[in-house]
């Protein structure tokens, strides 16, 4: 019986495993600043600034502002936090979840919103768009035509920022900053 080798796929596919269903083009482009070393000065250059919100606190008015903004009748947050266990690695920049209790007699559900720790240092408009994400999916669920339009309805920048930020993380990774956690 032959063995089998697992060949690890290519460094190129490793860099560009946050741009997965992007166009080819673009992948191309993004790998031409990969090679020049230049990606991450790119993105520094068009996102200089770090935001302000840096405390669970903080993160909570600011989800509060946004959805009072946008989703006054949308069902209540009963926390907003900042999670150091989550990991981009698992593909999840934040969470939302709704947890459903029996509480004399009667249906309660309490949902949460939490964003990876990462993202205290990062660029506001980075946040936005996370915060943003998570908010939609209070009112939908899943990742469809009607999600899109409400992100967007909030952020209309809202592609350009997750794509900025897909940036943003693989200029992380191949610098060495975004390191499994043990």
Same mark, same amino acid.
Request: net charge positive.
């Given at each position: 019986m032959a063995t089998q080798h697992l060949v690890p796929p290519p460094a190129s596919a490793l860099a560009l495993k946050y741009l997965g269903g992007y166009p080819p083009h673009l992948l191309a482009q993004v790998q031409s600043l990969i090679d020049a070393g230049k990606l991450g000065e790119v993105i520094r250059s068009r996102y200089p600034?770090?935001?302000?919100?840096?405390?669970?606190?903080?993160?909570?008015?600011?989800?509060?502002?946004?959805?009072?903004?946008?989703?006054?009748?949308?069902?209540? %947050?009963? *926390?907003? $936090?900042?999670?150091?266990? !989550? #990991?981009? /690695?698992?593909?999840a920049l934040g969470t939302h979840t709704a947890i459903s209790r029996v509480q004399g007699g009667k249906l309660k559900a309490k949902r949460e919103i939490r964003v990876a720790? %990462?993202? *205290?240092? $990062?660029?506001?408009?980075? !946040? #936005?768009? /996370?915060?943003?994400?998570?908010?939609?999916?209070?009112?939908?669920?899943?990742?469809?035509?009607?999600?899109?339009k409400l992100c967007v309805h909030m952020e209309p920048n809202y592609h350009q920022y997750e794509?900025?930020?897909?940036?943003?993380?693989?200029?992380?990774?191949?610098?060495?900053?975004?390191?499994?956690e043990d």
């Amino acid at each position: 019986m032959a063995t089998q080798h697992l060949v690890p796929p290519p460094a190129s596919a490793l860099a560009l495993k946050y741009l997965g269903g992007y166009p080819p083009h673009l992948l191309a482009q993004v790998q031409s600043l990969i090679d020049a070393g230049k990606l991450g000065e790119v993105i520094r250059s068009r996102y200089p600034d770090r935001h302000e919100v840096r405390t669970d606190k903080a993160l909570y008015e600011h989800v509060m502002d946004l959805k009072q903004r946008h989703l006054r009748s949308s069902e209540p %947050l009963s *926390k907003v $936090a900042y999670d150091g266990k !989550l #990991q981009v /690695i698992a593909h999840a920049l934040g969470t939302h979840t709704a947890i459903s209790r029996v509480q004399g007699g009667k249906l309660k559900a309490k949902r949460e919103i939490r964003v990876a720790s %990462l993202f *205290k240092e $990062a660029p506001p408009e980075f !946040l #936005q768009m /996370i915060v943003v994400h998570e908010l939609a999916h209070i009112k939908e669920r899943a990742h469809d035509k009607a999600f899109y339009k409400l992100c967007v309805h909030m952020e209309p920048n809202y592609h350009q920022y997750e794509f900025d930020l897909r940036l943003y993380l693989t200029a992380q990774d191949l610098e060495g900053r975004l390191q499994p956690e043990d």
